[in-house]
């Protein structure tokens, strides 16, 4: 224990950009993956034939092993933050995507008859029902994509993206236990505060009579 105390302190600052470096290629890839999920998923609730063949696009993405997918990544875009951020959104999408999808569609039909019936136009009853019915899960997949990106981004650095994966790596390659075990601690405390943060996130966007 000493001895990674130890280490930690002498490289402190350098364990810091790497720790700057997953968090910025993990919520990247998280957020262009929000920007198209959910819109993509409200849109696929109103073309059902077209949701099937998307939805299982999407799935047949989330098959493909990490490293495969990273891989086949080079030869497009080569290496670096690039193709590694590409690939983290790939596997982003399909939580955000079918949890929007899914929760849109089980809203309550009697509320959107009811708003109909008030004179609500398409857009009124997605804004002021639909959307506010589903938002808890509709950030539970966002949740859910965001803590698997940040486990997901340690395969990063084989690419060249960089982040805590770094260390774990270097660590293996050099024998090196205490860089093993520090990159491998960080990515666990990483995810854990991005959980109970997203968490708490999907609790006040829940609005207050729908919350649990």
Do not use: C
């Not at 929000?34 to 034939?49: D, H, Y």
């Amino acid at each position: 224990m000493n001895d990674l105390l130890q280490f930690i302190s002498s490289r402190h600052s350098e364990i810091l950009q790497i720790i700057w470096q997953h968090v910025y290629i993990s919520f990247i890839s998280v957020g262009a993956g929000f920007i198209v999920a959910i819109p993509l998923g409200i849109i696929l609730t109103k073309f059902e034939k077209l949701s099937k063949y998307i939805l299982g696009f999407v799935n047949i993405i989330q098959t493909i092993p990490s490293l495969a997918l990273l891989g086949f990544m080079i030869p497009l875009l080569g290496i670096g933050v690039t193709p590694a951020i590409s690939a983290l959104f790939l596997y982003s999408l399909l939580p955000m995507l079918q949890n929007t999808y899914t929760g849109i569609k089980d809203v309550d039909p009697a509320l959107t008859n009811a708003a109909k019936g008030m004179g609500m136009t398409e857009l009124q009853i997605l804004m002021k029902v639909e959307i506010p019915m589903a938002v808890s899960v509709i950030m539970s997949g966002f949740r859910t994509a965001t803590i698997y990106t940040i486990s997901w981004a340690t395969l990063a650095s084989l690419i060249g993206g960089g982040g805590l994966g770094y260390l774990v790596f270097t660590g293996l390659a050099t024998s090196n236990n205490n860089m093993i075990i520090a990159g491998a601690l960080g990515a666990v405390l990483l995810a854990t505060l991005t959980e109970f943060l997203t968490r708490k996130l999907q609790f006040f966007a829940t609005p207050k009579g729908l919350r649990k």
